[in-house]
């Protein structure tokens, strides 16, 4: 065990053994933002040791959608049924060596699959190729975390890992406004009635280095949620959980399962035989989790184009769209006109503010 090791060790024990109460909360703020520096450190020195390297992905397509699992969870099986890529499956560990790229095309959405090597327990310290594997990860429109029905616990240690090295699943950023200044102390204000003390709140802040900062909290945060504001390298990315080789389990043992699942997965969860093909529920959950939207381009005096769909994110507008078509279109607006769930009435007149829908018509007049 290493120094780092130690004083980690010795901190979470410390965090343990203190309860939580008026007179200890700053104290365990302190504790909690030390935690989180010393861990950082070892991260740091994880790098350092191994070269700092990652994988080169090439993002294409609309989104890219990363498989994360413990090796030979069938990662590869799944990303063959779903794209067709060549990626190698054994019954051994360690078989994907590198990142093997797919492509699926559902609902006109162009989805980049990847298929990358297997974590381990520790992966975030660097274990087993660990952070150069989690490097890829961070660069996900979504990931999907593969778990073997027989060792149900790996769920657990991917989530671990994937929160150690700074990805939060399922979350947005904290609400959390912290605005850096050469002198004047701390200023920290709310408009709410915060669980968290000012005095606490500034034990964290102090820990972590940040000293002369004003500070807008506008959600009921928590000491870990501040601790990722003034961190700024966390990634925040949908994530859905697909327990697989249910091919493999007798009822009774696919209803142990999806107890677990109902009980300790927080993510929405699927169940799945990567070797049947039969995942028209993963794509479709795949696209959902994107919150995408597809919007159908009508030229003028022509039919609208049904075939290739422009996928946008929902809530996007019109500005949106004309910036994803090209920048003069942008520039050049005067006004566009929807067929849709968007208006009122078909073939509305609308300006760059106007909201999209799902399967909308648009024609750009420039």
Not at 54 to 67: Q, R, V, W
Not at 275 to 297: A, C, D, H, P, V
């Given at each position: ?96 060596l590198e990142v093997i790229p797919g492509a699926l ?262």
């Open positions: 065990m290493t120094i780092i090791d130690e004083e980690i060790k010795k901190v979470e024990e410390e965090i343990r053994n203190t309860p939580y109460n008026k007179s200890t909360e700053q104290h365990i703020g302190l504790l909690k933002a030390k935690l989180a520096k010393l861990k950082q450190k070892k991260i740091e020195k994880a790098e350092k040791e191994t070269g700092g390297k990652g994988y080169a992905i090439e993002k294409s397509g609309d989104a890219t959608i990363i498989l994360v699992g413990f090796p030979s969870v069938g990662k590869s099986t799944l990303l063959n049924s779903l794209t067709g890529a060549e990626s190698e499956v054994a019954n051994y560990d360690f078989t994907t095309k559902y609902k006109g959405a162009n989805f980049q699959i990847l298929d990358v090597p297997g974590i381990i327990s520790g992966a975030s310290e660097g274990r087993g190729r660990g952070r150069e594997v989690i490097s890829v990860f961070r660069s996900a429109d979504l990931l999907i975390l593969m778990v073997d029905p027989f060792e149900i616990e790996q769920y657990k240690k991917i989530k671990k890992e994937l929160y150690e090295s700074g990805v939060r699943l399922n979350s947005e950023p904290p609400d959390v406004n912290i605005r850096r200044r050469d002198s004047g102390g701390l200023e920290i204000s709310s408009p709410l009635n915060l669980t968290m003390s000012k005095d606490e709140i500034g034990a964290i802040l102090k820990e972590s280095g940040v000293i002369n900062v004003e500070v807008v909290i506008r959600e009921d945060v928590t000491a870990e949620r501040l601790i990722d504001a003034i961190a700024r390298n966390r990634r925040y990315i949908p994530g859905l959980v697909v327990i697989n080789k249910i091919d493999l389990l007798d009822e009774s043992s696919l209803e142990r399962v999806k107890r677990y699942g109902e009980g300790e997965i927080s993510e929405d969860v699927l169940y799945i035989s990567a070797k049947s093909g039969k995942l028209e529920t993963l794509k479709e959950e795949m696209f959902e989790k994107l919150n995408f939207i597809r919007i159908y381009l009508k030229p003028r005096g022509k039919e609208a184009d049904r075939e290739e769909p422009l996928i946008l994110k929902e809530g996007a507008a019109i500005e949106d769209l004309c910036r994803e078509i090209h920048r003069d279109f942008e520039e050049k607006f005067r006004y566009a006109r929807v067929w849709g769930e968007s208006v009122k009435h078909p073939g509305e007149k609308v300006g760059k503010n106007h909201e999209l829908s799902d399967e909308d018509i648009v024609s750009v007049f420039t």
